[in-house]
């Protein structure tokens, strides 16, 4: 059974940073596209970045460049997301994912596997 846990969102001021994790478990993990995206209240979820299954290859979206950093280390499976520089328009949800195909996929079409997500809120 394959699990993303995501952990690390909490309360953070603006101008803040905040470091999430995600665990996946029951997939070969480093052969795995990991992408974060994430859900305001009343949106859609939208990519936030991602990175291909080496670590080779990242993308971001553009409201989160220079200020957010995806990585991973496969001999000890999380992948994180470095978010500095919060702003309150950035509160949402934020969820792991998973893609088989290895690549990064910046449409959540692409990811086969999802975690519950963690709440990442911040204050003004």
């Known amino acids: 059974q394959v699990q993303l846990v995501e952990s690390g969102g909490g309360l953070v001021q603006a101008g803040g940073s905040l470091r999430l994790s995600c665990a996946a478990s029951?997939?070969?993990?480093?052969?795995?596209?990991m992408g974060w995206f994430r859900q305001a209240p009343g949106k859609e979820r939208e990519f936030v970045t991602g990175i291909s299954w080496s670590g080779g290859t990242k993308h971001y979206d553009d409201s989160v460049k220079g200020r957010f950093t995806i990585s991973r280390d496969n001999s000890k499976n999380p992948v994180y997301l470095q978010m500095n520089s919060r702003k309150p328009e950035n509160t949402a949800v934020y969820y792991c994912a998973a893609d088989a195909w290895g690549m990064v996929e910046m449409t959540k079409d692409g990811y086969e596997y999802w975690g519950l997500g963690t709440q990442v809120t911040v204050s003004s």
């Open positions: 029951g997939l070969p993990f480093s052969s795995y596209a």
